[in-house]
């Protein structure tokens, strides 16, 4: 029995549909491009867990060692809360690029990829740069 003929078959694919019902066909390019870019947005938001994974990984050990050693103090150590705040901040420059970049362009994958890892890497780098000037200065 063909799908034509078949009562109980989808009227059409997962990819012929958005999660709000609408076939893609029904959407102006305009609605179409602000859909992608919230998929992106959301996509972002799940990155972002991962960045604060690799901060946390390699500010925390050092910081705890500094504490440790006596070479860093409580308040110091605190003071590191509006950094990650400010860290969480820049983050919101790679969706900021890959938004614009989609709307006025079209989608692509390797560009959010390339901004999510020299982002992380940078401030990595910087996180480490900081924790290890206050723990041996």
Do not use: H, K
Not at 24 to 50: C, F, K, N, Y
Not at 85 to 107: E, H, K, Q, R, S
């Amino acid at each position: 029995m063909s799908d034509a003929t078949n009562p109980f078959a989808s009227p059409a694919t997962e990819a012929d549909y958005r999660p709000d019902g609408l076939p893609d066909s029904a959407l102006t390019p305009d609605q179409r491009r602000l859909l992608q870019v919230g998929e992106l947005v959301v996509a972002w938001e799940r990155r972002r867990l991962w960045y604060n994974a690799a901060l946390v990984a390699v500010s925390l050990p050092l910081i705890l060692a500094g504490l440790i050693a006596g070479a860093v103090d409580q308040d110091e150590a605190f003071a590191l809360i509006p950094a990650a705040i400010f860290a969480n901040a820049c983050f919101l420059a790679g969706p900021l690029v890959d938004g614009y970049w989609t709307w006025l362009l079209g989608p692509t994958t390797r560009l959010s990829t390339v901004l999510f890892w020299l982002g992380t890497a940078a401030a990595c780098g910087l996180a480490i740069m900081v924790c290890s000037a206050m723990v041996f200065a």
